[in-house]
């Protein structure tokens, strides 16, 4: 992991602000989604992005009747 050198205080309602540079660096927008992990003694933030319901693949995935499927997993799912 890298270290920015950048510290920032949790307000009291747990917030705290990701830097504008941090932000542009990752692409990370006003009211993007961020996914949440823990990692033994770390919380890892994490851009979403949809994945597939089948193969979890996250490239060109689409929405079909409220299940994420991509591309690959549509043309398996048609051949059969």
Known sequence: MKSTGIVRKVDELGRIVIPIELRRTLNISVKDPLEIFV???KIILRKFSPSCTFCNETKDVIEFKGKNVCPKCI???TNK
């Open 39 to 41: 990692e033994d003694d």
């Open 75 to 77: 043309e398996e799912l």
